[in-house]
């Protein structure tokens, strides 16, 4: 069992910044992959940013904008968010993933909190 609690959210104008925090209630190194998706009205959730064993990956639409690092000291993932734009409105939601088998997996999910970008 894992809990996570996102915290950062809110409203900012385009081209501002902002940093999503994750913090986990199991240490990370324990953890084997970490993301945040997002999901808008009206639209699919997405993958916008994993991390896992020290490597990362982003959506093309976030590259050289946001960056995904964590804190071991802290358990605690973030989403570093520059140049914003509205299109990146939406609910931001941390997941773990813990891997018991080949093939089976666990996911948790953090409670969700909302990004507005907008002037």
């Known amino acids: 069992q894992v809990q996570l609690v996102e915290s950062g959210g809110g409203l900012v104008q385009p081209g501002g910044s902002l940093r999503l925090s994750c913090a986990a209630s199991?240490?990370?190194?324990?953890?084997?992959?970490m993301g945040w998706y997002r999901q808008a009205p009206g639209k699919q959730r997405e993958l916008v940013a994993a991390?896992?064993?020290?490597?990362?990956n982003y959506v093309d639409s976030v590259k050289g904008r946001f960056t995904i690092s964590i804190d071991t000291a802290k358990n605690t993932v973030y989403l570093q968010m520059n140049s914003l734009k509205p299109e990146d409105t939406a609910v931001y939601y941390c997941?773990?993933?813990?891997?018991?088998?080949?093939?089976?997996?666990?996911?948790?999910w953090g409670q969700g909190t909302q990004v507005t970008v907008s002037s």
């Open positions: 997941n773990a993933r813990i891997v018991m088998v080949a093939g089976q997996w666990n996911d948790y």
């Open positions: 199991r240490r990370i190194f324990s953890i084997n992959a």
């Open positions: 991390i896992t064993s020290g490597s990362t």
